[in-house]
């Protein structure tokens, strides 16, 4: 899931045939099946999560964040809904829309409203954006 969230991120499109392998910020694919073989590395900055829209309610949440990563030292957490970024609200907004907002220079913060589970209010964290370590799916 990880992988192929990167992948969407980065507008990579490959046959599930092909050989993917990465390392860090760097992504292989390898020719199977006639797919030209390419090396690409990812310079992408952001808040270092994996993020969804849920079909059932529109919601964008938070899927899980990585490791060290921006999210995960700000406090994010799984399960966590974006409901707000900078001064857009994410209600009824696309995921590529909501996506390209997280994004950004390494260094810059972005302002998040989120509601956990559990909590009435909204809470709000700052995420200083970094760049995208990938790690391998566990």
Do not use: W
């Amino acid at each position: 899931m990880k992988l192929l969230h990167l992948l969407f991120l980065t507008g990579l499109a490959c046959s599930a045939l092909a050989q993917i392998n990465y390392n860090q910020t760097t992504l292989t694919v390898s020719p199977e099946d006639g797919i030209t073989p390419m090396t690409v590395t990812l310079n992408l900055a952001g808040i270092c999560a994996v993020v969804r829209k849920l079909n059932d309610t529109g919601r964008i949440i938070i899927v899980e964040t990585i490791k060290n990563g921006a999210s995960d030292k700000a406090g994010l957490l799984a399960n966590d809904e974006i409901i707000q970024i900078d001064s857009t609200k994410t209600e009824g907004m696309d995921l590529h829309a909501a996506v390209a907002l997280l994004r950004g220079n390494p260094g810059t913060i972005v302002k998040l409203a989120i509601k956990r589970d559990g909590t009435t209010t909204p809470i709000f964290i700052d995420v200083t954006r970094e760049v995208v370590r990938l790690q391998n799916a566990k």
